[in-house]
């Protein structure tokens, strides 16, 4: 993680960076599953880079990005940047509609630092692996450190969906893709069959 000095966060100015209004925003191209940018642990970003009007702008583009497909996460490796970022916000949906919403959450330098023994086994899907769903166990809870866009140090207890969603977007900060975490690839399926076999049940529809 970025060495922050406590002198520097009393100077750092708050940003409001996942609020901020999106005009001319640039849909930011995904990497694709088999890119090797996708197998490597991405370097750590620095105070003065975090800071910087660049970054702050990659980070608009990257919310304004996984907005317009629906994610609910999106790490910097999955737009080609080998860098420990990543962005992430919950809101209910069709396919999860009781989801406990989190607020727009920016992760830099992230470290999880504890987890559950309790795995828990759900479905996932990945915008660079797009169209394919698959059941990955993960700790049911986490606790999570990481810098924020305002240049502060966070430590952070999650569970249940976000719990599972830091996890899997922290995965891609270290050069990991959700299909290396399943236990089963017979559970392995494309959205349609997905429909059908999983969500059909629940008289929903995916995304």
């Known amino acids: 993680m ?89 809101k209910p949906s069709k396919t999860r509609p009781d989801a406990k919403p989190l607020s727009p959450t920016v992760i830099i330098n992230p470290k999880i630092t504890g987890r559950s023994k309790v795995l828990i086994d759900d479905w996932e899907g990945c915008l660079s692996l797009n169209g394919v769903r698959g059941l990955v166990p993960r700790s049911e809870s986490i606790q999570v450190e990481y810098v924020d866009e305002n240049s502060v140090q966070q430590s952070k207890t999650f569970s249940g969906l976000h719990a599972r969603v830091f996890q899997h977007e922290i995965d891609h900060l270290n050069g990991n893709v959700y299909v290396e975490r399943m236990n089963n690839f017979r559970t392995l399926m494309v959205v349609d069959e997905f429909n059908k076999r999983v969500i059909g049940k629940r008289g929903l529809r995916s995304r």
Request: glycine share 6%; no cysteine.
């Open 2 to 90: 970025a060495h922050v000095r406590r002198s520097d966060l009393r100077r750092a100015k708050p940003v409001k960076v996942a609020k901020a209004t999106f005009i001319n925003m640039k849909f930011l191209k995904l990497t694709n599953f088999g890119n090797p940018v996708l197998q490597k642990k991405g370097k750590n970003i620095t105070l003065k880079t975090i800071r910087s009007t660049a970054f702050h702008n990659l980070v608009k583009q990257m919310f304004y990005t996984m907005r317009k497909v629906e994610g609910v996460g999106l790490a910097a490796p999955q737009i080609g940047e080998s860098i420990m970022l990543a962005v992430i916000e919950v």
